[in-house]
């Protein structure tokens, strides 16, 4: 960086010198040129006067040596005047290129808007503008959705011309005194000038922005289609007006709302609410406590209980995780796994789970199985399954013990891929089962093409049963699925001895949920197999059946 600096800060020197020398070398020209021309009155005016005396009274004529340096003079005049004009045109050219230096350093060569670097500025000085005549300054951040996977599907090539479309449809749409911005990727940025209490007007124009988006790219015979997610922010009212920093805020804000849109669903516009900071702040302290809880051992695997809901006998565990945070107690995954699948460090936190979890399960008796969740970023890693396998050799533990657990939307991802991994995992003898069954759009066909061993009906049908007569269609019409597709059935979130009952109505289902206990520590879990004589030791490796009904002690049978 030093020496980008230097280099940079010597080039300025360098050009600033030859233009210093240029200019004096101009001056120098043009200082001969008027000596020549003066030259050239004086010499001119005595031979021109003796040549007419000559003509008119046939006497004398010009001094030869005056006439010599009239000649002279004219070739130096010319001479001059070339110098002069071929320097002048020099330094034109110059300052062309100079001008054009400028602008590329300030525009996207890709789509000839403003560019990152240039942005801070110019929205500094469309604040002061809009200050100036009463008016809001309105930022947008306009981020195209999935446009990665459409770059990757269809090529750079029309990659670019969707970004360059992209910004030309937002040109033609904003209002006069208006600025766009590449913020670099897929990321742009545009701020324009309304008058006061124009929020219809505002979100009017996202709308449209919305849908000019919306239509697909044709390039190379090539359809791209896109949406996009946009974020606004209005310039507060503020006594001290610092335009700099309300530009910068505008940014931030505007960033935050994208963000928002983009979790709602995209290709739709989000206003920023301070609320969002406040998000924001949680979310990084999370990121923060997953960077130096992770190596410092703070995420640890807690069991849920599997039960087979006919004979009652406990079959095994869902491993979930668990954040033990120093400040803030035991923290439910809901929060830090999404946090962990942004950062990129779902893998590594998955993988230290798990490996203790066969830890913990190696102790256990042998026919108590473990399931553990999978993201579906681990899904998109084609070296997943190799890496899972090699923490089974690693921890000595038969694969046929354990479950992975995928949710439908993995199934959206890339079918291919998950097909093969799944295939694979099960020609090692893993089981793979379809997790919060009915929450997503998995279609019948792509049920059948892909081997599960299980569904799992989602804990929002199992809980409401009873009080919801949708709940029960939809769990009846998956059971009937299940029978269909010979896929055995497990219902999550049974919470009450009467869910218990109305489900055993439907079929022979597995079951988990609070009824059997909430989710315990390894040591927990350890010590309440051994006092049910499930431990691994070869004399206690025998199931007893879990006691049920309302009269179950506290559910929490093994
Ligand atoms: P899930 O796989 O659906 O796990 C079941 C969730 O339901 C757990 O929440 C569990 O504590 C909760 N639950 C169990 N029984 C009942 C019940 O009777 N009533 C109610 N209301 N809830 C019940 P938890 O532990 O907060 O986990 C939330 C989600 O986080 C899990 O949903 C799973 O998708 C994800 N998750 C947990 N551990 C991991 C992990 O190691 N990796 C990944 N990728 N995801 C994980
Ligand atoms: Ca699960
Ligand atoms: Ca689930």
Request: aromatic letters at 6%.
């Amino acid at each position: 960086m030093a020496n980008d600096g230097d280099s940079g800060a010597s080039g300025k020197v360098g050009k600033a010198d030859t233009t210093h020398v240029r200019a004096e070398r101009d001056l120098v020209a043009l200082g001969i040129l008027i000596a020549a021309i003066i030259l050239f009155i004086g010499t001119g005016s005595t031979v021109l006067t003796g040549i007419v005396r000559s003509w008119v009274y046939g006497v004398g004529g010009p001094d030869v040596l005056l006439a010599n340096a009239l000649i002279l003079n004219i070739a130096l005049l010319i001479f001059g005047w070339r110098r002069y004009v071929e320097l002048k045109r020099e330094i034109v050219e110059r300052c062309k290129a100079e001008e054009t230096a400028q602008r590329l350093a300030h525009t996207d060569a890709l789509t000839g808007c403003l560019n990152r670097r240039s942005i801070d500025h110019a929205m500094a000085a469309l604040v002061e503008g809009a200050e100036a005549s009463g008016d809001v300054v309105v930022v947008m951040m306009i981020d195209l959705d999935k446009f990665k996977r459409s770059n990757d599907l269809h090529g750079h090539q029309v990659g670019d011309a969707v970004l360059v479309e992209t910004a030309r449809r937002i040109k033609a749409l904003l209002p006069e005194r208006a600025i766009v911005a590449r913020l670099g990727g897929d990321e742009f940025i545009c701020a324009a000038v309304f008058g006061p209490g124009s929020e219809i007007a505002i979100e009017r124009l996202a709308v449209r922005i919305n849908e000019a988006l919306a239509h697909p790219v044709v390039s190379t015979g090539i359809r791209a289609e896109v949406t996009a997610s946009i974020g606004i922010a209005i310039a507060p009212k503020t006594d001290q007006p610092d335009a700099e920093r309300l530009a910068k805020t505008l940014l931030h804000r505007a960033d935050l709302a994208m963000y928002q849109a983009k979790k709602a669903g995209r290709n739709r516009f989000c206003w920023f609410e301070p609320s969002m900071e406040k998000e924001l702040r949680f979310r990084s302290e999370i990121e923060r406590g997953i960077r130096e809880g992770l190596p410092r051992g703070e995420f640890v695997p807690y069991y849920e209980k599997q039960i087979d809901l006919e004979t009652g006998e406990l079959t095994g565990f869902e491993m979930l995780a668990r954040w033990q945070s120093p400040r803030h107690g035991v923290i439910s995954p809901e929060f830090f796994i999404p946090v962990a699948e942004e950062i990129g460090l779902i893998a590594p936190l998955s993988e230290a789970l798990i490996t203790l979890a066969l830890q913990d399960a190696k102790a256990w008796d042998p026919k108590l199985t473990l399931s553990v969740n999978i993201s579906p970023l681990q899904l998109r890693d084609p070296w997943f399954a190799q890496r899972l396998l090699k923490l089974l050799v690693q921890a000595n533990f038969p694969p046929t013990r354990l479950e992975i657990e995928i949710t439908e939307t993995c199934l959206h991802e890339n079918i291919g891929v998950v097909r093969s991994l799944i295939t694979s995992l099960k020609n090692q003898g893993i089981r793979i089962s379809l997790d919060d069954f009915g929450t997503g759009y998995s279609s019948l066909a792509q049920l059948r093409t892909l081997p599960f061993d299980r569904i799992k009906i989602d804990r929002s049908f199992v809980s409401s049963l009873g009080r919801s007569a949708d709940s029960a269609t939809i769990i009846e019409a998956i059971s009937s699925l299940g029978r269909g597709m010979d896929l055995p059935i497990t219902a999550e979130g049974i919470e009450t001895p009467e869910v218990l009952a109305a489900l055993r109505k439907f079929g022979k289902f597995k079951g988990q949920g609070y009824l059997y206990g909430m989710p315990a520590s390894g040591e927990d879990v350890l010590e309440e197999l051994a006092g049910h004589g499930l431990l691994s030791e070869p004399d206690g490796a025998f199931l007893r059946p879990i006691p049920e009904g309302p009269d179950a002690p506290a559910a929490a049978n093994c």
